[in-house]
């Protein structure tokens, strides 16, 4: 860690400023229903009292985060009525003046710099144990630029709109404090993030069990295995008490006011369809994408009634509500326990493997892989869940770099639909192939000594990006095809990226599952 401090923060400071100028230039930029969301939220909370913040619903994108993400755009609105009074309207629906724009823009810039802060303290935790004489080689500078410039961050939060910036600065700061041994600063940190917005919630068996079993329990045996006598009934009241404290501050409130089940009902919305009107990239993609293929095939063979086939299913396509024709439908309760059991050998494997920091974020990968996989209507930008922590591992040994360059490349190009009006189709291409290129050749770099990282197979796999997206942006809109099947790009591009997300799931889950516990762990 001392590598960064002497003369090392010159370079930091120069990474930071120049992603936050990207940033600003991307301002004019396009921005999704998401911007709107955010404006409409702003004036909930601005307008009404907090009893009226989880039942207001004159815009379809009612509040829907937990409530410290509610107070921090109602700290953000006594701003922005110095930007634009009007955008705090409640009933002013789709309203956007240049004002408007430049106040959500700056405030996602703004907040941005959490991140930094988490980052720069993220390069700290990382040992520079090989002294690199470049400082171009250095693993910290790279993951600094992994981090900082992460391209599905910059187009997520400064193209399409949102603030995961300062969010995934709460979840690497707090992953930061795990690895200086600041247990309960790391679990106050995480506590709050949660209540910030519970997708995160995702992640949580990774913090409760290496908190369990690190903190909790303060001595291991010779061998490395668990001293059960060395359980600390303080550390475990102290890490109660935290939780509980931060839920009674957000939650508080709405209890006293009796409206938790509405809040509780606005946070967990079961009524929209198992993906997301764009399938994510994810196991349920390719479960979908054999239901039709099926359908096809039985319509052909004459196994299947074509009279009894609801027609959408066939030409809608990506509609919210899919129906399975042939496989079975899935439930809510299924997707849960497909996650549940996925989640299961990973936690598993920090309790009884227990490897330090390292154990805990390959735990944190995996948990969010996994339920990016099985999940319920999952996003496609929940896949970002996963490449931030695992770009902390690809600096540190060769078989992780491998993983996070498939995963970051193929995670990062299924972003690539969010985007997509005609303006930003050179920036979104530029960034990635700027971003992909630099960390191919970086990793490369310091990993040189080692077998290289990716195998044939992998190599050719990701080469054929480029002629899926010359397909799907440039070849397709020229064809008859169209008009009949506008979702083809769609669905070529999810499940295509969803055999290469898939693969580094397993991948990464048998090296952790494989792995031997070394013997200078048992010191640990």
Not at 131 to 141: G, N, R, S, V, Y
């Amino acid at each position: 860690g001392r590598t960064m401090a002497a003369g090392g923060r010159g370079w930091f400071r120069a990474l930071a400023l120049g992603v936050s100028f990207l940033k600003c230039l991307l301002i004019p930029a396009y921005h999704s229903t998401d911007f709107e969301v955010h404006r409409n939220w702003l004036a909930i909370t601005h307008n009404l009292p907090l009893s009226q913040w989880y039942y207001e619903a004159t815009s379809e994108w009612t509040l829907d985060y937990p409530p410290f993400f509610a107070w921090f755009e109602y700290v953000l609105s006594h701003i922005a009525k110095y930007f634009d009074p009007q955008m705090l309207v409640v009933e002013n629906l789709n309203y956007t003046s240049r004002a408007t724009v430049f106040f959500q823009r700056l405030s996602v810039i703004f907040t941005d710099t959490l991140f930094i802060y988490a980052v720069h303290e993220c390069c700290r935790c990382v040992n520079g144990k090989r002294a690199a004489k470049d400082i171009l080689e250095k693993p910290t500078f790279i993951l600094a630029v992994l981090l900082l410039w992460n391209f599905g961050l910059l187009i997520v939060d400064h193209i399409h709109f949102q603030y995961n910036g300062f969010l995934f600065g709460l979840m690497l700061l707090s992953v930061a404090r795990l690895c200086q041994k600041r247990y309960l600063e790391g679990a106050l940190l995480f506590a709050v993030l949660l209540h910030f917005k519970h997708i995160y919630v995702y992640v949580a068996p990774a913090y409760g069990i290496y908190l369990l079993r690190s903190y909790c329990f303060t001595a291991n045996n010779a061998d490395g295995s668990l001293k059960w006598r060395s359980f600390s009934f303080l550390h475990v009241t102290l890490l109660g008490l935290i939780v509980c404290l931060v839920s009674a501050l957000s939650l508080g409130p709405f209890l006293v006011l009796g409206q938790l089940p509405q809040v509780l009902s606005r946070l967990f919305p079961f009524k929209r369809g198992l993906c997301h009107a764009y399938w994510a990239p994810n196991f349920w993609a390719l479960y979908n994408a054999m239901d039709k293929a099926l359908t096809i095939l039985g319509l052909k063979c004459n196994f299947l009634d074509g009279t009894k086939i609801p027609k959408a299913s066939m030409t809608g396509g990506l509609v919210q509500e899919f129906q399975h024709t042939v496989l079975p439908s899935v439930t809510p309760l299924a997707t849960l326990i497909c996650t549940f059991i996925a989640i299961l050998p990973s936690v598993f494997c920090l309790w009884f493997k227990p490897q330090g920091p390292r154990g805990f974020l390959q735990c944190l990968v995996l948990c969010a892989l996994s339920s990016f996989m099985f999940g319920w209507h999952v996003h496609e930008k929940a896949i970002l869940l996963a490449i931030l922590p695992l770009s902390l591992l690809s600096i540190q040994r060769a078989k992780d770099a491998g993983i996070y360059l498939i995963l970051a490349t193929t995670g990062h190009f299924s972003l690539f639909p969010l985007l997509f009006t005609s303006p930003e189709l050179p920036i979104k291409i530029l960034l990635m192939l700027l971003f992909t290129v630099y960390s191919f050749s970086s990793l490369k770099s310091l990993f040189r000594r080692e077998k290289p990282l990716l195998n044939w197979l992998e190599t050719i796999y990701l080469i054929q990006l480029v002629p899926l997206e010359i397909f799907c942006e440039i070849i397709f809109p020229l064809t008859p095809w169209k008009r009949h099947f506008p979702f083809v790009p769609l669905l070529l591009t999810s499940v295509y990226c969803a055999l290469g997300i898939t693969y580094t799931w397993l991948k990464l889950y048998i090296s952790v599952l494989t792995e031997r516990i070394s013997v200078r762990q048992k010191a640990e």
